[in-house]
């Protein structure tokens, strides 16, 4: 039976209160920020939000968390990584520095086939250990929702194997795991030898590993990378309907390196988000903004690739789009736990406001992985999702950026990072950061 919770002492408590659904356009310049307010949790969920005052009379044994002039916010909601991998994959960094670009070093075997080499000789035991201190380092950001893909299996073994373990991660973390299918992330290259058998391996994966899938229990989405060399805009229609027929959301890797139609496929869909969008074109932007998909922006993967294009989000949120923002951890183009360094990005590469990256990465964030109605926001009957952070001024938290300055993390009102009530919540006044 969990405690009752009562948050006191808040600078700010970052609210995000809105619709139970994706925010768009303009609806994303509201974060919902309060001050000389406090926050009572029962049974795992928001109760009421108020004045410290009345929130004591009304919950008169709960257990009392004080903020010490920190920031509360709902707790951040990474909509899309890739945690359970094997090895990293450094050596690609470097190759990037001499001017080989994603495409060349897949075809030197490299990019996702390295890891899934790697991925194919481990035990499930070994990733689970992996992941699970990986997840630690998340949380410890102020994480608490966290999507994890398939993907480096690419085998129907070894593509089941990724999804139990993500199922174990499920049951043994404190956080809020969402599974999802990635075996379309890659055309094996024992499948790349001519059209017949690169038809036999999508056979293989709506005919043979989806059922398999599904019969499972453990993904809740299914998704594919479609991108010129990966997966055809023909190829990422056939498997999303057939993973939608078989009772699965759909999400979809749409138009990271070059414009190919995803974006509008994804619409015509109505999958849950389309991810990357580095090259949408005018088109996409236009049908997702007529949609209710949402575009999931991962500004870590083209910083670490060197890329001087990010997605538009400023073109996506003035059309009227709903837009996330997610992490996109992953071995090779993005090895960060660091989410609210995507804030950072999301203000200074993609030009978001403060509100709207603060929806991004919550409301947003949750309406990107089907759980709008539970969490992404700090109001009565929501879960008790919560992040707390060492600063006076919501606006820090993107401005300090590759800080670590969450203090401590709640899932349901359930820890994910312990909060402790010493000197590490002592807020850090603006004089005492080091300035330049």
Not at 195 to 222: C, H, N, S, W, Y
Request: glycine share 10%; hydrophobic share 45%; net charge negative.
């Amino acid at each position: 039976m969990l405690n009752d919770l009562l948050f006191v002492n808040a600078a700010q408590i970052v609210t995000c209160t809105g619709p139970a659904r994706a925010r768009k356009g303009k609806e994303m310049r509201d974060a919902g920020i309060l001050t000389n307010t406090a926050v009572a949790v029962s049974s795992g969920r928001i109760a009421m939000i108020g004045a410290a005052c009345d929130l004591l009379r009304a919950y008169p044994d709960a257990e009392v968390v004080d903020c010490h002039g920190g920031v509360l916010t709902p707790g951040l909601v990474d909509s899309h990584t890739h945690a359970v991998f094997g090895k990293p994959r450094f050596e690609e960094h470097e190759l990037r520095a001499e001017g080989f670009d994603y495409m060349e070093i897949a075809k030197r075997g490299g990019g996702i086939h390295a890891s899934v080499r790697d991925f194919r000789e481990r035990s499930e035991e070994d990733l689970f250990k992996l992941a699970l201190t990986r997840l630690k380092e998340l949380a410890s950001y102020g994480t608490t929702t966290l999507e994890i893909k398939s993907g480096y299996g690419l085998s129907v073994e070894d593509e089941l194997k990724a999804l139990r373990v993500i199922g174990r991660l499920a049951e043994r973390q404190p956080m809020r795991i969402v599974p999802t299918w990635l075996g379309a992330h890659e055309i094996p290259h024992e499948y790349r030898t001519s059209e017949a058998r690169r038809g036999e391996f999508i056979d293989l994966l709506i005919k043979t590993l989806l059922p398999k899938v599904v019969a499972q229990g453990i993904a809740r989405f299914a998704d594919v990378f479609c991108e010129p060399g990966v997966f055809t805009i023909d190829e990422a229609r056939r498997i999303l309907e057939a993973s939608r027929q078989a009772g699965l959301g759909i999400k979809i890797h749409a138009d990271e390196l070059k414009p190919c139609g995803g974006a509008e496929l994804a619409a015509s869909l109505q999958a849950v988000s389309a991810d990357h969008l580095a090259a949408i074109s005018e088109s996409g932007i236009a049908a997702l903004a007529s949609s209710n998909t949402v575009a999931t922006l991962l500004p870590g993967t083209m910083l670490f690739l060197g890329k001087a294009k990010q997605a538009p989000a400023r073109a996506l949120i003035d059309a009227g789009a709903a837009v996330a923002l997610a992490s996109d951890f992953n071995p090779g183009t993005s090895p960060t736990v660091n989410f609210p360094l995507m804030l950072t990005l999301g203000v200074s590469q993609l030009r978001m406001s403060l509100a709207e990256v603060l929806i991004a990465a919550t409301a947003n964030g949750a309406a990107a992985v089907g759980i709008a109605g539970e969490v992404g926001q700090i109001a009565p009957g929501f879960a008790a999702d919560l992040a707390l952070f060492a600063i006076t001024d919501a606006r820090e938290l993107p401005y300090w950026y590759g800080a670590r300055l969450c203090v401590g993390s709640w899932k349901a009102g359930a820890p994910c990072h312990p909060y402790e009530s010493g000197s590490n919540l002592n807020v850090r006044p603006p004089e005492a950061v080091p300035t330049g």
